[in-house]
C-alpha cells in the first residue's frame, strides 16, 4: 500500500497548514484508534507525550478527541522526550504509543510520530494501512463507548529512573562538569536531572521553553552557545540534544564537535572490545561517512547501511539481530536499553567511557578522520519532480564518472521537509565542491 500523509518519520509539517492542522489531526487520531481496534475488544489504550511547541497543546487535544471518539482510553503523559513514550507505551501495555513532535524542526512546524504496543516505531505497512483508513468513513464508537482521558503525572519520572539504570553501577559522575542544552525542547527537566543524580556538576541551557523558543540557535542543530559555555566555564564535555531529546551531538572541553558517526564509531568499538556487539555490526544510514566504514572494517566490523531514518535504521537491526546503530545526525539507537534513538541515554554511555577510560572527550570524540563531505540542500515545488528531469539525470550520472573510484554521491529527497539533499565524499576538496555544485545547479534549473 502506498502511503502519501506519512514521511520518513512520522507525520510532519508547519502547524496550522495541512497535512498539519486539528481537523486532519483528529481524523489522524481516529483512523489509528479504529486501526489498532480492529479486534473490536473493549480494552484498548494510547499513550500520548510531546515536546515543548505551543502547537503541542492544539494537537494532543486533536487526537485525544480522535483516539476517544473510536473508544480508545487515552493516557496524556506532557512534555517528555520520544524515547520515554517508545519506554512507556511498551510498559504501560499500551496498544499504541503518539509522540507529538517536528524533533530539531523549528517551533512552526509539528508532527505526529506513532509507536506499535512493542515499542518500536510503526513500519511502512501499518502506517499505509492508517491511511488507508483515514482516506474512508471512520467507524467511531458508540456513545456509551466513548474512550477515557487521564493524565500520567510520574511518566517523566519513570522515563528518568529508566535512563539511570542503563548508567553502569560501578560509576558515577563525580568531578566532571558537564554542559546539557535541551533545545528548549522535551527532556529540559530530565537531562539535568539525570545528570545531577548521577553526581555531575551541571550547566543546563536551553531549559526554559516558552512555545516558540524550541531549537532556536541552541541544542543538537545549533552547538554555538553550548561551544562557549564549555570553554567560558571550564566544563569537562557539553551534551546537545535536539527539541524531542532523539539525537545527540557531544563537545569535546575545547567545544569541538562529535557527530552520529563519531560516537557510533567509539561504541561499536568499545562493544565489539568486550563482546557484546551483536553480529559484530553495526547499522547506519547511508549519510555515514565513507571514514567510518574504512575505520570499522580495520576493526574487523561490519558496516550495514540503510536509507535515512533511524526507523529503517531500528528495522534492519531488528530484522538481523544488531543491538547498535543510529545516523550521522545523532540518533543512537541501542536495542539492549531502548526502542528508539535516546540522545540521554547516548550522552551517559560517552560520559561513562570517558570515567572508564580516564581519558578527556578531545581524546575520545574523534575516532576516525572524516573524508571531506558535503552536502547541499535545494528547496522544490513538492508539486514539481525535478529528480525526473533528463537534464539533471545527465549531470548526476556524469558527477558518478568522475567520483568513480575517489568518493560517492549521494541524493535523496528529505522525508520531513520539500528539500532535495546532494551529498558527496570525495578527498579531492576541487571535484568534491564541483561535482555538488554542478548537481545543484541542474536541480535548481529544472
Not at 482510553?73 to 496498544?95: I, Q
Not at 521553553?209 to 567560558?232: F, H, M, Q, W, Y
Not at 559484530?280 to 547511508?286: F, G, K, S
Not at 537534464?391 to 550520472?397: A, G, T
Request: glycine share 12%; proline share 4%.
Amino acid at each position: 500500500m502506498k502511503r502519501n500523509l506519512f514521511g520518513t518519520d512520522g507525520v510532519r509539517g508547519r502547524a496550522n497548514t495541512h497535512p498539519m492542522t486539528a481537523e486532519t489531526v483528529l481524523r489522524l487520531g481516529a483512523a489509528a484508534g479504529r486501526y489498532f481496534r480492529r479486534d473490536g475488544s473493549p480494552a484498548h489504550r494510547v499513550v500520548i507525550g510531546k515536546d515543548t511547541r505551543l502547537s503541542g497543546y492544539m494537537f494532543e487535544n486533536a487526537l485525544t478527541a480522535g483516539f476517544t471518539s473510536t473508544g480508545m482510553n487515552v493516557l496524556l503523559l506532557g512534555p517528555v522526550p520520544t524515547p520515554a513514550v517508545g519506554l512507556l507505551v511498551k510498559s504501560m501495555r499500551a496498544d499504541v504509543g503518539v509522540m507529538i513532535s517536528a524533533s530539531h524542526n523549528p517551533h512552526q512546524d509539528n508532527g505526529i510520530k506513532f509507536f506499535g504496543p512493542d515499542g518500536f516505531k510503526l513500519s511502512d505497512e501499518a502506517e499505509a494501512g492508517i491511511e488507508a483508513i483515514l482516506e474512508g468513513d471512520i467507524m467511531l464508537s458508540e456513545a456509551e463507548n466513548i474512550g477515557r482521558a487521564k493524565r500520567i503525572d510520574d511518566g517523566l519520572f519513570r522515563y528518568v529512573e529508566r535512563v539511570k539504570s542503563t548508567f553502569p553501577s560501578d560509576l558515577t559522575l563525580d568531578g566532571l562538569k558537564v554542559v546539557v542544552d535541551c533545545a528548549n525542547g522535551a527532556a529540559y527537566r530530565a537531562a539535568p536531572q539525570v545528570l545531577w543524580e548521577l553526581g555531575a556538576e551541571v550547566i543546563p541551557l536551553g531549559v526554559a521553553p516558552n512555545g516558540t523558543n524550541i531549537n532556536k540557535g541552541c541544542g543538537s542543530t545549533d552547538t554555538r552557545l553550548a561551544a562557549e559555555t564549555v570553554v567560558s566555564h571550564g566544563a569537562d564535555v557539553g551534551i546537545c540534544l535536539d527539541g524531542d531529546a532523539d539525537r545527540i551531538m557531544i563537545l569535546d572541553e575545547n567545544g569541538v564537535v562529535a557527530d552520529g558517526d563519531q560516537i557510533m564509531g567509539l561504541f561499536a568499538a568499545r562493544w565489539a572490545e568486550e563482546g557484546r556487539l551483536a553480529g559484530n555490526t553495526l547499522v547506519a544510514t547511508v549519510m555515514s561517512n565513507l571514514g567510518l566504514e574504512r575505520y570499522l572494517e580495520r576493526k574487523g566490523i561490519s558496516l550495514k547501511r540503510t536509507a535515512v531514518g533511524d526507523r529503517y535504521v531500528v528495522e534492519e537491526m531488528r530484522a538481523g539481530g544488531f543491538n547498535l546503530g543510529g545516523e550521522q545526525s545523532g540518533h543512537i539507537v541501542m536495542t539492549d536499553y531502548a526502542t528508539t534513538g535516546d540522545g540521554l541515554l547516548a550522552g551517559l554511555q560517552f560520559l561513562a567511557e570517558m570515567k572508564r577510560t580516564g581519558r578527556p572527550a578531545s581524546e575520545l570524540r574523534q575516532v576516525f578522520a572524516p573524508v571531506p563531505q558535503l552536502l547541499k540542500n535545494v528547496r522544490f515545488d513538492p508539486a514539481t519532480a525535478p529528480l525526473d528531469a533528463v537534464s539533471v539525470q545527465n549531470v548526476i550520472r556524469d558527477a558518478e564518472v568522475r567520483l568513480n573510484g575517489k568518493g560517492r554521491l549521494l541524493i535523496r529527497k528529505s522525508g520531513t521537509e520539500p528539500l532535495i539533499r546532494v551529498m558527496a565524499e570525495c578527498e579531492d576538496d576541487n571535484l568534491l565542491v564541483a561535482v555538488v555544485d554542478d548537481v545543484v545547479r541542474a536541480v535548481e534549473t529544472a
